[in-house]
């Protein structure tokens, strides 16, 4: 793992198993999404069983801030109308930051640095927004590729360049989660590497990696921010867009 900071992204199967043309191999990142998912549920059960408290746990705490966080986004975003939409944007929303958060602890793996599974989360918000549009205005959601006030001459350039933008949401929100995540990580295998190959030269160098570690320490910090922040905006993107296809902005 010191030899490339890009093997930590590498996708390895555990148990190789395939059916035909499908391969239904258990990989490290098949695991990681379970624990991702089984994690959120798991706790969701225990405070089923064991309810609410007056005075709430860490992990209450925990979970009242993701609620009340989910909540104020589709409150400010969407508005009245979009709390339908809250079980949808919650889970979303904890799925994502379980997931770059778990990716910072020491030889785990991080889905969300694969754009495979980003596409595959955005493409879900993608076409959920397209089935509220469609099913609230039917054919008037057409009306997005095509401003008001425009003349024919200019709906020929302006209805293609509509069409192209609306096509690359999904893919705007897939690759901003992926590249801010896989560059994170990467330049944290690299001072880490780094610090390592400074320790085994001896000499002044053995002191020197001192240097390295403390900004480890901050980058890590901040990637800790960054996999926050990417949670964030890719949940209230979501809602901006879910917004878009009530009232079609």
Not at 78 to 94: A, E, N, V
Not at 188 to 215: E, Y
Request: charged share 5%; with cysteine; net charge neutral.
């Amino acid at each position: 793992m010191f030899f490339s900071p890009l093997e930590q992204f590498q996708i390895l199967p555990f148990v190789n198993l395939g059916i035909g043309l499908f391969d239904l191999s258990i990989t490290n990142a098949m695991i990681t999404t379970i624990f991702s998912v089984g994690f959120i549920l798991f706790v969701y059960y225990c405070l089923s069983i064991f309810g609410l408290s007056c005075f709430p746990s860490r992990w209450q705490l925990f979970l009242e801030g993701l609620y009340l966080t989910t909540a104020g986004l589709i409150w400010d975003s969407i508005g009245p109308h979009g709390q339908k939409y809250f079980p949808f944007i919650f889970m979303i929303f904890s799925f994502i930051l379980i997931s770059n958060v778990s990716g910072l602890v020491p030889y785990s793996f991080t889905i969300t640095s694969h754009l495979i599974q980003t596409m595959v989360l955005a493409l879900g918000v993608f076409i959920g927004v397209v089935l509220i549009c469609a099913s609230t205005h039917g054919f008037h959601m057409l009306s997005l590729f095509l401003p008001g006030g425009t003349s024919l001459p200019l709906a020929f350039l302006l209805v293609p360049i509509e069409i192209v933008s609306y096509i690359f949401k999904p893919l705007s929100l897939a690759v901003r989660l992926f590249a801010n995540m896989m560059a994170g990580h990467t330049l944290l295998k690299v001072i880490a590497g780094f610090a390592w190959a400074m320790m085994g030269s001896g000499g002044l160098l053995l002191i020197a990696h001192v240097v390295p570690l403390l900004v480890l320490i901050i980058l890590f910090g901040l990637e800790l921010a960054v996999a926050l922040i990417q949670a964030y905006v890719f949940t209230i993107l979501s809602c901006i867009y879910i917004n878009d296809a009530i009232v079609l902005h």
